[in-house]
T-cell receptor, first 113, second 116 residues
């Protein structure tokens, strides 16, 4: 089962920041938080991941609370092409683990003009 | 394009027929995953290979399903005696062996199966 809880849907105006929350209260110390998104009828696309520190890349920023029980994905200037389902996933990496991703149902983000 | 490649992208088959999907992972990626996704749901894990060895199978992978990765490169997923409930998108993904910090798993565009 997925170890994360996300709101089923959110709206955001084009050009504004989209803040997508995720709860992962049972996360373990060595588990990472990963974010993927899936645009309609396409395969999931990797966005960003983090362990403890906040992370930023060209797509988004990831803010992880100090207790690591929740996180927020931030798309700083949402565009219509950011409309997608966003998945927050807790992952246990490691050379000897299966290391698979377990998806929940995600948050459907609708960006409107 | 050097991403994960899946073929065919769409397949319509009659109930009871066999179908096979192919996945070509990113070059040098030794881990390969298969997922299934139905409408409105997130992808569900089916099976995983490390090189040519199939190391984990989900209980979702019934005995009508078989996956292979004979030379540790491309993989095939075969569904025998298809049923309407097999209609879904089948996703393939690949990655390098994860270190302690993990390695990103990259997905293909998926293969849509419709069983009529």
């Amino acid at each position: 089962d997925a170890k994360t809880t996300q709101p089923p849907s959110m709206d955001c105006a084009e050009g504004r920041a989209a803040n997508l929350p995720c709860n992962h209260s049972t996360i373990s110390g060595n588990e990472y938080v990963y974010w993927y998104r899936q645009i309609h009828s396409q395969g999931p696309q990797y966005i960003i991941h983090g362990l403890k520190n906040n992370e930023t890349n060209e797509m988004a920023s990831l803010i992880i609370t100090e207790d690591r029980k929740s996180s927020t994905l931030i798309l700083p200037h949402a565009t219509l092409r950011d409309t997608a389902v966003y998945y927050c996933i807790v992952r246990s990496p490691g050379r000897y683990n299966t290391d698979k991703l377990i998806f929940g149902t995600g948050t459907r983000l609708q960006v409107f003009p | 394009d050097t991403g994960v490649s899946q073929n065919p992208r769409h397949k319509i088959t009659k109930r009871g027929q066999n179908v096979t999907f192919r996945c070509d992972p990113i070059s040098e990626h030794n881990r390969l995953y298969w997922y299934r996704q139905t409408l409105g749901q997130g992808p569900e894990f089916l099976t995983y290979f490390q090189n040519e060895a199939q190391l984990e199978k989900s209980r979702l992978l019934s005995d009508r399903f078989s996956a292979e990765r004979p030379k540790g490169s491309f993989s095939t997923l075969e569904i025998q005696r298809t049923e309407q409930g097999d209609s879904a998108m089948y996703l393939c993904a690949s990655s390098l062996t994860a270190g302690d910090s993990g390695n990103t798993i990259y997905f293909g565009e998926g293969s849509w199966l419709t069983v009529v």
